[in-house]
Structures are given as C-alpha cells and as structure tokens.
C-alpha cells in the first residue's frame, strides 16, 4: 500500500507534459540570480579583471545553474502538481533568492548563507521527496542524490568558514555536486542512477530548456534597459543600445532556428528521452553562460560606447557570443546529427579578430559580433528557403549504451 501511495508522486503515462504556471514563477527567482551574476563579472571587471575574480563568478553562475538542473529533472519525473512536489518547487524558489540576494558578495561576508540556501535546496529536496515515495522502489534514487550532496556539504560549509580556502574548498564541492550528476550518484552496494536512464516527460524537459534559454535573453534585456536608462543614457550610447539589442534578437533567432524548434519533437519522440535530455543539459548550460557573459558586455560597451577597448572587455563582448555559438554547434548535432560548419567558422572569425578589435572601441567589437551573428541568420534564412522542413534525427535519442543497475 505504502509502495503504491510513493507510485502516484511519479509522473504516470497520462497527463500534460507542459510547463505548469508554479514553475514559471520558480523561474522568476533564476531572473533575479542570473543579474546578480552580471553584477558579480562587472564588479570584477571595474576592479580590475583577474582570472581569480573570474574563476569565482563562473563557479557561483555553476552552483545556480545546478539547483534549476536538479529541479527541472525532478518536475520531469515526478507529478508537478502533487502537493509534495509543488512544496518542494517553492522551497527551491526561495533557496534561489536567497542565493541571488547573497551572490554579489559569496565570497565575501555573505558566504555562510548563500551556503546554507544552496545546501537547503539540494538536500532537503531530496530527502522530501525519498519520504514522499515511502516504500517505493525507486525511493533510493533521491537518498542517494542525498548523500551525495551532503558529502559535498562539507566542503561547502567548510569553505564557508575558512575563507582562506574558500575558492579551492568550493570548487572541490562543486566538483563532487557536477561528478555525482555525471556518474549517476553511485552508492557501494546500490549501483548507480544515471539521468540518462530516468523515466522523465520528454515534452516537459525540452520547454524548460527552452525557457530557460529565453530566461537568459531576458536577463540581457534587463541589462540593456537599465544600463542605458541609467549612467548609459545619452546621444552617445543609442548606438551601443540598439545594436546590443540588435545581437540579442539574433541570438534568439539562431537559436531557435529548426533545432530549437525541434528540441520538444526530439524529446519527445525519443525512446530514451533522458539520455538525450542529460546531453542537451550540457549543451545549454554552455549556451546561456554565452548569453550571460554577452550580456554583462552589453553593459561595458553602452557605458563606454566609444572609449579604447580593454582587452578583458572582450572576453563577454566576443567571447560570449562565441561561446554561445559553440554550444549552438553541438545542439545542432544533438537535434540533427551534423556539425553546423558555419557557426563554427564565424567562431574562429570572432577569435582571429580579436587582435583588431583592441585597436578600436567596445562599440566597434560589439558591431562587428552583431554583423557576424546577422551573417548565420541571413545565412539559415536562404538555405531554409531551398530545403523542406526537416524532422529530428538525433543520434541519441534511440540508443541507450548506458547501463543501469536498475530500474530509474
């Protein structure tokens, strides 16, 4: 009875699969977090860009992406509108603000709560849900995602505590967080428990990568109005202003061009949605940091539209962009199983261009980003025209090498 009571918190083979309206309000917290990524990368960079400063924003941008990876797996998997969960959904919410509000100074004196949220979230939650499922088989799943994560508690908390060896303890806890993810959780003597091998809504699990993509798009628009609204505002930054939001539309657009629009039909129509749900998790963790940094470099250039380039300005002014554009190469082979030869091109005319672009102004390199971004999408355009609509064809949604030690 109790087996069967643990049953229905499972998502069962009826039902919608879309994004229900509590999740999209979670999503609301990771807007807020995400600027206060920007606003961590900007600090750095008017103090002086290091690659230490650098190094802890990215890890920071990590431990955010984690907490909504883990959520949107467990909203896939589990019935969204089963109280448990929706407790669990809000719970997270607040985690992440809490994270968002701490992060501009983690690593300073705010270090012991923004740990504390993020431990609150990645332990409670599945322990929540372990009880919830009772006698269930599948109950081991979340006690091991426990475990793992307050093994990697330790070192969280300690570097909390000891800011000498904060950066180095923390990024031997993010390692473990990222490592059980990859491995599957594996526990002595209960196997492992892969995602790739989780039973989740395909239909589910592709709209939330899709938002959480359009998640970050929206947080670059936030940047451009309220960096133009503010200190940016004048005859001199419209220029800045309008491209920046010029290369955030063509941003969109290659995104979403076939294989953005296709994610929902791959996924669900695979016959193993969750390998290719892990794969394209990656892929897009990839992309939005791409967006997030393009974003941060909205800011430098509408500010500073016509001064001399600082060479670590183009780190998120080009690099950001190209970053993108990498992880848009490999969703390109998850949906179709080719490699999008132009998008890798424009990523080395970005690169080999960036010697030039330090003799010119931040208004320059973000021009010159737009013009290469609008070349792909005029570039998809006419080829579209030519060719039929296409259908997935995804070499890894129908062939699952993983081996499960039991049923996930």
Known sequence: MAAQRGGALLRGEVGSARTTFLELFLDLALVFALTRVSVRFIDEVEHGLTVMGFLEALLLFLVLWHVWTLINWVTSRYEPDALTIQFVVVGTMFCSLVMGVTLPRAFEERALLFVVAYLAAVIVRPVLI????????????PWRLAAWAA??????LAGALVPE?????????????MVGYLLGWPVPGLGRAPVSAWRIAGEHMAERYQQIFLIALGETILVI???????GYGKLAVAAFTVAFLTTALL???????AGHLLTEALRMARSPGRLGASTSS???????GVVLTGVGYELVIVKPFDRVEPAWLIFIVGGPALFLLGRVRFEYEIFARIARRRLLMVLVLAGSAPLLLLGTPMLALSVVAGGLAVIALVDGLYSR?????TSASPLAWDDHGR?????
């Open 130 to 141: 372990a009880t919830a499922l009772g006698r269930h088989p599948r109950r081991s799943v």
């Open 151 to 156: 093994a990697a508690g330790v070192f969280w």
């Open 165 to 177: 060896m904060r950066f180095g303890l923390w990024v031997v806890a993010i390692s473990i967080d």
């Open 225 to 231: 109005g309220i960096t133009y609204s503010g200190e």
């Open 252 to 258: 969109w657009r290659i995104y979403f061009h076939r």
């Open 283 to 289: 892929t897009h963790l990839v992309m939005v940091l």
């Open 386 to 390: 030519r060719q039929p609509m296409e």
């Open 404 to 408: 499960v030690d039991f049923p996930t």
